[in-house]
């Protein structure tokens, strides 16, 4: 899933998603207050939004189950019709994970609130920013496919991951901060996920190769050794 070079960047990122995650799930849980990071940029992005009621909600919907089954699915998809088993099990596996961790783990561990719900981290931000990353270490990894096509698919997931966050906070249900961990989580997750399927994947192919040689294989050099010995045996006087 990854390349050896990028496997030394993904671990950075997942230690520096789980710290951020931590710290600021301890920082700020068990409550509904702000600090000022998040009042400072909450009033800014609700004043940005305001007015744009329909378009905040369009942008939700992309967050919720449905639209990231459907999105899910649709990838999972395309990677079993181009036989990228890995790919699929990628996609399959982090994105339910990343939610699971979110919406089981987090949110009653933290206990953070925000219009009377659970919300740190976001759950939104979560899975779109899982279905990015998903998106992100899939192009990588795809053969034929032009480089300025996988940044500009890179750039556009991860804006509409931004944008369905941005949409969370002018609409009141998180704070910033909750954003930024819900990011973090849904990226964690998958670069995790990620590096566990290369992993798995080099220790079984280890495990194959130290597997013995097949017994027929064993046999041929002794049966030519016996068929040498006796052509020595006529042939001598």
């Keep these: 899933m990854l390349s050896p070079a990028a496997r030394p960047f993904a671990m950075v990122i997942v230690a520096a998603c789980a710290g951020t995650t931590a710290l600021l799930g301890a920082l700020l849980g068990h409550g509904a207050h702000t600090d000022l990071v998040d009042t400072a940029v909450d009033s800014r992005v609700r004043a940005g939004l305001a007015g744009h009621l329909k378009l905040l909600e369009l942008l939700a919907r992309l967050g919720d189950l449905p639209a990231v ?116 989580v849904g990226a964690g997750t998958v670069l995790a996920v990620a590096l566990v399927i290369d992993l798995a994947l080099r220790a079984w192919r280890r495990s194959g190769r130290r597997a013995p040689p097949a017994v027929g294989a064993e046999g041929r050099p002794g049966q030519a050794s016996a068929e040498g010995g006796a052509v020595r045996q006529a042939s001598a006087p």
């Design 69 to 184: 089954a459907g999105i899910t699915a649709i990838l999972v998809a395309a990677c079993l019709v181009r036989r990228r088993y890995r790919g699929a099990a990628l996609v399959a596996l982090s994105v339910p994970a990343a939610a699971v961790i979110t919406e089981r783990l987090l949110k009653p561990l933290v206990g953070r609130t925000a219009l009377g719900f659970l919300s740190f981290p976001s759950g939104h931000a979560t899975v779109t920013f899982a279905l990015a990353t998903g998106v992100t270490v899939l192009l990588s990894g795809t053969p034929g496919v032009p480089r300025a096509v996988r940044l500009a698919a890179t750039v556009i997931a991860f804006a509409i991951a931004s944008a369905v966050a941005a949409a969370m906070i002018a609409l009141g249900f998180h704070y910033f901060t909750d954003a930024v961990a819900g990011a973090a």
